[in-house]
């Protein structure tokens, strides 16, 4: 669990994105971000992934 926090921690810095702009931009609601963020539950794949897309789409149009 803290691992896969750690890594969107780390996305979510990188894309340069609060926790409420990547809740919003995931489509996650900002509760269970929280929960994710602070280990306290193991999010499912799909999950995952709808954060790590909100992080690149972020990050790639920062770069523009």
């Known amino acids: 669990r803290a691992s896969i926090a750690r890594e969107i921690v780390a996305a979510m810095k990188q894309a340069g994105l609060s926790q409420a702009e990547l809740a919003r931009a995931a ?3 900002p509760e269970t971000l929280s929960r994710i963020l602070n280990a306290r ?5 799909k999950t995952v992934a709808k954060l790590m897309k909100a992080t690149t789409v972020r990050a790639q149009g920062a770069r523009r």
């Open 27 to 29: 489509r996650v609601r």
């Open 41 to 45: 539950v193991t999010p499912d794949e």
